[in-house]
């Protein structure tokens, strides 16, 4: 397999030696954490939605905020911020009880894809047979070089759709190492795109590789071991 061409979106490709070609249905039920990320189930849930949303638009904000400016409405805005920030602290916490079937899923709670964490892009995940494919933007507050995302935030993402992709062997593990290989630097503010599918299988161990494009450029690839934790 080429590791500099994504693989054609409209054809499955055949099952690679050593993978398990795993039923669509345990694909699903493998995947259901992260994806398809469901309507809110309750009026609160939505409106948490709302307010992570809200999150990432101020998180952007201040990144971009110039300092040279009026330093008394900055001062006013970090007031009225830090007021609100105390308000949100006193509303009741989801460490304080149980948490639900929903408060666990990583499509609400995960920092790329949760649509709760405010430190989400959000990352947009789906599934094409073995193949997973996501993509996402990266605003201001995920730069490193000028223009350019972080390379930790580039890692981290490989592993998370790494991580969805893992599923093709049929069962799911912890990531036991990750190399990711910077081929040029990713631009923000721009759609990146992702795909990551297994290419092996062995006993608990399951070798994963992916590629991240900018406008279908290779921007990064990348492999990684997830391996399955031992039977009690």
């Known amino acids: 397999m080429s590791t500099t061409e994504p693989l054609p979106a409209a ?10 070609d795993v039923p669509a249905d345990v694909l699903a039920e493998l995947r259901s954490t992260w994806l398809p990320r469901p ?3 309750s009026a609160g849930r939505a409106e948490r939605h709302r307010l992570a ?7 952007e904000a201040v990144k971009l905020v110039d300092p040279e400016g009026d330093a008394d409405a900055l001062g006013s805005v970090a007031d009225e911020v830090s007021d609100l920030a105390a308000r949100i602290a006193a509303l009741p916490s989801v460490e304080q009880r149980t948490p639900s079937f929903e408060d666990l899923q990583l499509h609400e709670r995960s920092p790329f894809v ?9 990352m947009e995940l ?21 223009g350019r995302v ?5 890692a981290a993402a490989f592993d998370e759709v790494m991580g969805v992709a893992q599923s093709g062997a049929g069962a799911l593990g912890m990531t036991a190492y990750l190399t990711v290989r910077m081929k040029r630097g990713t631009p923000l503010h721009q759609r990146i795109d992702y795909e990551a599918e297994v290419v092996r299988v062995e006993g608990r161990k ?3 590789e992916a590629r991240s494009y900018a406008d279908g ?12 934790a031992r039977a009690v």
């Open 206 to 208: 399951a070798w994963v």
């Open 114 to 122: 949760g649509a709760a964490n405010p430190l989400a892009p959000p």
């Open 39 to 41: 309507e809110p189930d």
């Open 217 to 228: 450029v290779l921007v990064a690839d990348g492999e990684g071991l997830f391996i399955r």
């Open 126 to 146: 789906e599934a094409d047979g073995p193949v997973v494919r996501a993509h996402a933007v990266f605003g201001a507050a995920y730069e490193g070089p000028m």
């Open 53 to 59: 949303e809200a999150a990432r638009r101020l998180i």
């Open 11 to 20: 054809e499955a490709a055949p099952p690679l030696a050593g993978v398990p």
């Open 150 to 154: 972080h390379g930790g935030y580039v």
